[in-house]
């Protein structure tokens, strides 16, 4: 029961041990934008514009209230879900984050962030833009659940070729990004000349790919392989490129950036497996709603057909819970836990997402809502 984590750390008190990483977002994300290079602050924390959406996507929590229901106790909670023919013991994730390799000192901070989904149960997506190759990351916890985020290059065998790296490697999923296939504006980089893979970093899964070293002949020096990179990172895809990219693999693909009920029935229509709502953390483009404002419509219009991921400014348990009444099947953390590896390496990331879980658990336990069946909108009054 997730849940028992209070009791842990209570117990661990009594025995004179106070838990070492922070409980509060704020605290935490201070305390990890501290400890990160100055490089990474900007890149990690911002976001597109004047971050006004970015901002909405943690504050649209605020406007639904979840409403307590009594008589409903239930010692004994459910929170699993099953996804694509495996059963989760929990409805979260942690979301693909493209630096993730480089916010742990060591510089291998997807194997970290692996290692921590491995130690929780939680599935983890790992970024087309990992520090080291997405083998050995997979490698680090063969067992745990584990999903292949695509940033499809224009070179088409270059795309084939990660997916079917991914396969083997034992990721389960695929998930399609569609809202990076240009930068966003982002003014804390611009202004201080941030853009990790300009400089090389976090390209492992390109410089390790056959046909990427294909592409830039043998031993490039690094600006030939951050070139080559460039050239090949933002394709503008289109409906005309769904049928082609469901024909690179037979594992289930999500969509990701999906906002629009029309966009997630016609994914759905042309045959992908997932619908992924998230408007990037805010990150991508700027004078949008909040994600959150986008679920109902995307739940609407997916109905049973398919499993619907959220993200986008998920920062406490109950927020977890929210979502979940809104219709979504599982929630992803981006900030979150990237800002906690870097505080608190796996630990911090453990507790990070132990914490998750367990105030989500006792959220529904005291609000009456003991399994997630239970969580439907009729859980939620909107109250602004
Ligand atoms: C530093 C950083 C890097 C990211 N890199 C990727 C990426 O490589 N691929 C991707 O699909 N999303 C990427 N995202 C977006 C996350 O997957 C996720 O949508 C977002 O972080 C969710 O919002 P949250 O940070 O408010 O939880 C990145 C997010 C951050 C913060
Ligand atoms: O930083 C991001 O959110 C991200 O995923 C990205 C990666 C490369 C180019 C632009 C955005």
């Known amino acids: 029961m997730y849940g028992d984590y209070q009791i842990e750390l ?25 400890a990160l290079p100055p490089e990474l602050r900007t890149y990690v924390a911002g976001g597109a ?8 996507n943690a504050a649209a929590f605020a406007d639904h209230g979840l409403v307590p229901r009594m008589f409903r106790a239930q010692a004994e909670r459910d929170l699993s879900v099953e996804l694509f023919g495996r059963r989760l013991q929990s409805p979260l994730l942690l979301a693909p984050v493209g630096v993730l390799g480089i916010c742990t000192p060591d510089q291998h901070g997807d194997v970290h ?18 520090s080291d190759p997405l083998e050995d990351v997979a490698a680090a916890a063969p067992d745990a659940a584990k999903w292949f985020q695509l940033y499809t290059p224009k070179n088409r065998e ?12 034992g990721y389960e999923a695929i998930v399609i990004t569609l809202d990076t296939w240009v ?54 895809i289109t409906w005309d490129d769904l049928p082609w990219l469901r024909s690179l693999t037979t594992m ?32 991508q483009a700027n004078g949008g709603g909040a994600a959150l404002d986008w679920l109902p419509g995307v739940v609407e219009a997916v109905g049973d057909r398919a499993p619907i991921v959220f993200d986008s400014g998920v920062r406490t348990g109950a927020d977890v819970v929210k979502a979940l009444a809104m219709g979504a099947t599982a929630v992803a953390i981006g900030r979150p836990y ?32 003991p399994t997630l069946a239970d969580l439907t909108p009729d859980a939620l009054r909107r109250l602004r």
């Open 49 to 56: 514009g004047d971050e006004a959406t970015q901002r909405g």
């Open 183 to 236: 930068p966003g504006w982002r003014p804390r980089d611009l202004a201080s000349g941030n853009f990790p893979q300009l400089r090389g970093k976090c390209l492992a899964n390109y410089t390790s790919d056959p046909i990427f070293q294909e592409m830039t002949g043998p031993d490039p020096d690094p600006g030939t392989v951050v070139m080559t990179w460039v050239g090949t990172f933002g394709n503008p």
């Open 10 to 34: 209570y117990l661990g008190a009594l025995g004179g041990v106070l838990p070492a990483h922070p409980f509060d977002y704020a605290e935490l994300e201070r305390s990890a934008l501290a």
């Open 338 to 369: 990237v800002y906690a590896l870097a505080l608190g390496g796996v630990p911090g990331a453990v507790h990070q997402i132990r914490s998750l879980q367990a105030e989500a658990d006792l959220t529904m336990a005291v609000d009456g809502y």
């Open 252 to 283: 289930p693909i999500l969509v990701k950036g999906v906002c629009h009920p029309d966009d997630a029935r016609r994914a759905l229509d042309e045959g992908v497996d997932g619908i992924y709502c998230s408007n990037h953390g805010g990150r």
């Open 113 to 130: 962030g692996m290692e921590a989904a491995a130690a929780t149960g939680v599935p983890f997506i790992g970024s087309t833009l990992m």
């Open 158 to 169: 270059l795309a084939a070729s990660l997916v079917s790296r991914a396969e083997a490697a």
